[in-house]
């Protein structure tokens, strides 16, 4: 039944049988699973048996998809990845006001 797609991460399919889209997300050849993500955000694994069954077409990503958790996870923390660099650079900067703290501190305990 199927038209012999063999499963691509990150590609788009949609089963015609039961008109729905999905990507996969990964393709276990060990263990002859593949871990697939409906429109909803829903995750299921299919074993390759199963996936050969299924009518496919292969499509693009829907409009408007909306990326799942995990992907938008993996966003904020390259984004919080680049504020920390940014962060460093003042810290840098920050060195020096960190001296004259220091100095002050000097001060005190010597009765200035």
């Given at each position: 039944?199927?038209?012999?797609?063999e499963p691509v991460p990150g590609?788009?399919?949609?089963?015609?049988?039961?008109e729905e889209s999905f990507r996969v997300l990964t393709v276990d050849e060990d263990s002859e699973l593949?871990?697939?993500?409906?429109l909803d955000?829903?995750?299921e694994e299919i074993d390759l048996e199963t996936w050969h069954e299924?009518?496919?077409?292969?499509?693009?990503?829907?409009?408007?998809?909306?990326?799942?958790?995990?992907?938008e996870e993996e966003d904020e923390e390259e984004?919080?990845?680049?504020?920390?660099?940014?962060?460093?650079d003042e810290d840098e900067d920050d060195e020096d006001d960190d001296?004259?703290?220091?100095e002050d501190e000097e001060d005190e305990r010597d009765g200035y």
């Open positions: 039944m199927s038209r012999d797609y590609q788009w399919y949609e089963n015609l049988e039961d593949v871990e697939i993500e409906y955000g829903e995750i299924m009518d496919l077409e292969q499509t693009g990503e829907p409009e408007g998809w909306a990326e799942s958790e995990e992907d984004e919080d990845e680049e504020d920390d660099d940014d962060d460093w001296d004259d703290w220091d």
